[in-house]
């Protein structure tokens, strides 16, 4: 999600306490939860690509930076977005078109999102500059059959990555899959990212439970 650069110590308290709501609402959890939940786990490292994506298209004006958007969306298989909504209007047309258009205009890598949605805060937080999506649940609807983390692999201070690592990937590939219904693919996944990083722990999590009901 996103914030933005108060100029003055009440857009600034404002700006936190939305980032605040965001991550209370957040469904991406920590792992030891994520395990706990005995539940497919889809990792969210690859959310830094997605806000630097989406960050290359929003073209607020200038005088709209200490402003607070807030889209919610979807991304289909073909990587685009769906069901793109403002959620927090800053009360700027301008404003809130450029953060629509940012996302509208966006190819995104597939995340499945079933009675979940990404939420996105246009903006900046003092001193911490953009913030960075969450998953939120859909009012009314059940919980979303997997669980989401956010592993550190992604983000080592220093170093920039064009895209996810290649356990992320096949852990991801795998979750699509599996959702699917497709237990021997999402299998095959699980394991390909399990052999190449066997620390990682969402692979080897996933793979356990294809092979339990598989056994059923």
């Known amino acids: 999600m996103k914030c933005l650069t108060a100029v ?15 991550y209370r609402s957040d469904l991406i959890i920590d792992m030891k939860s994520a395990l706990a939940s005995k539940k497919p786990i889809y990792d969210c490292a690859c959310f830094n690509k997605l806000t630097r994506l989406i960050k290359r298209n929003w073209m607020p004006p200038k005088s709209h930076l200490n402003s607070i958007v807030v889209v919610s969306f979807k991304i289909n298989e073909a990587g685009e977005t769906t069901d793109v909504r403002l959620e927090r209007s800053s009360g700027m047309t301008l404003s809130d078109t450029a953060a629509i258009k940012a996302i509208q205009n966006t190819k995104l890598d597939y995340v ?25 649940q859909i009012p009314d609807e059940a919980a979303p059959p997997v669980v989401y983390v956010r592993t550190m692999y992604e983000s080592i201070p220093g170093v920039f990555r064009g895209g996810c690592l290649e ?14 219904g497709h237990m021997a693919q999402a299998a095959d996944l699980f394991e390909q990212s399990s052999h190449g990083a066997p620390d990682y722990e969402p692979a080897a999590h996933n793979l356990a439970i294809v092979r339990q009901q598989g056994s059923k």
């Not at 003055?8 to 709501?21: G, M, W, Y």
């Not at 499945?112 to 939120?136: D, T």
């Open 8 to 22: 003055a110590l009440i857009c600034c308290a404002n700006a936190s306490t939305v980032f605040a709501q965001a």
């Open 112 to 136: 499945p999102l079933e009675h979940a949605k990404i939420s996105f805060n246009f903006g900046y937080v003092l001193n911490s500059g953009i913030i960075g999506p969450s998953v939120v």
């Open 167 to 180: 356990m992320t990937v096949l852990n991801n590939q795998g979750i699509v899959e599996l959702l699917k």
